[in-house]
């Protein structure tokens, strides 16, 4: 009988991308082994495209959530499925606590908060050591942090060409123009997009190439979305919230170039090995970037960035405004010509 492990994923997007090269490291270090991610709803077409994991379980708390009688139920009723380890990926003690409650003998985490009681092979992160987020989590699958080789691999998603030959039925798509895709959203705030009209000064230089631009995000990103499809005199189909996320994924994955910002939809194309221009304003590339080889981090580098801020400090937000869409061109087409 296989060893069957139990992953409590992040609730962030991008932070469930950056899962994957742990749940391989894991099948390197105990081959044979199952793992089963819980995760919650909204992120779960993330976890269906890794080939690693072998089911999705849904995690019914939503942010802030604490209801500690029925996540201690959840986990026990986690606990009955023969699991000999649970790793908890997220921080929190909300999430220590459906650990403990499945009584499985190994529960492995970091400190995070207070959490001695309810972890028994609990790790002290060194940040220093490990600035990136996706070696964190893959230093979970090792005895310790020491026995870490200090590399994880790139996540590398799975893709069905029937699901994606109905997203494009179901939206009216088509590949006869090669696609450029615009994600012209952050969720953390207005110092991390980069301006609609640059977006929109690059749409009409690309549709001028012959190629087609399709706009992706969330409901929260339709306005500004619309506003760089009006500003590039409506060259754009606008994705956004009118798809699922697995139908965003198997779409974005059709994409032969990617301009996005420091985003969830950022490592979903990274795990597509799409050629991406990342733009950084007031965040920083050293913690979560885009894990591929064809991916360029488009920054001005100032000296009042990063500022790690939602919205600019000294309300210039200079970082991204001054970011020109040639910046933003000439790394696609080096990325086109180093991938060609």
Excluded at 134 to 143: I, Q
Aim: proline share 7%; hydrophobic share 40%.
């Amino acid at each position: 009988m296989s060893e069957k492990i139990l992953i409590i994923s992040p609730s962030w997007i991008g932070d469930c991308v950056m899962t994957q090269p742990l749940y391989r490291r894991l099948k390197t270090l105990r081959p044979g082994c199952t793992i089963d991610v819980f995760a919650p709803k909204w992120s779960m077409a993330v976890f269906e495209r890794m080939p690693e994991v072998n089911e999705v379980i849904e995690n019914p708390f939503g942010h802030g959530a604490l209801r500690l009688g029925e996540r201690i139920r959840t986990g026990r009723e986690l606990g009955r499925r023969g699991y000999s380890q649970v790793i908890v990926l997220p921080g929190s003690l909300k999430s220590a606590v459906i650990a403990a409650a499945t009584g499985i003998k190994r529960r492995t985490g970091y400190v995070g908060e207070s959490r001695y009681l309810l972890l028994n092979d609990i790790r002290k992160l060194d940040k220093t050591a490990l600035p990136l987020m996706v070696d964190r989590y893959t230093a979970l699958a090792h005895p310790s942090q020491a026995d870490f080789d200090g590399h994880s691999d790139h996540p590398s998603f799975h893709i069905n060409p029937e699901s994606v030959a109905a997203a494009l039925a179901k939206h009216g798509l088509h590949l006869d123009k090669p696609v450029l895709a615009f994600c012209p959203g952050a969720e953390y705030g207005p110092a991390k997009r980069w301006p609609p009209r640059h977006f929109a000064a690059l749409a009409r230089r690309y549709a001028a190439r012959g190629w087609q631009v399709w706009l992706f995000g969330s409901q929260k990103d339709f306005a500004a979305a619309e506003e760089i499809n009006t500003l590039s005199d409506g060259l754009c189909t606008n994705l956004c919230g009118q798809t699922s996320l697995s139908e965003a994924i198997d779409l974005l994955a059709q994409a032969q170039a990617v301009v996005c910002n420091d985003s969830g939809l950022m490592h979903l194309a990274a795990a597509l090995g799409r050629n991406i221009a990342a733009v950084y304003g007031s965040s920083s590339p050293d913690h979560t970037p885009p894990l591929s080889r064809t991916a360029e981090i488009v920054t001005l580098k100032l000296d009042c960035s990063p500022c790690f801020k939602r919205e600019c400090p000294l309300g210039h937000t200079d970082c991204l405004n001054g970011i020109p869409p040639q910046m933003v061109d000439d790394a696609l087409q080096r990325l086109a010509a180093a991938t060609a």
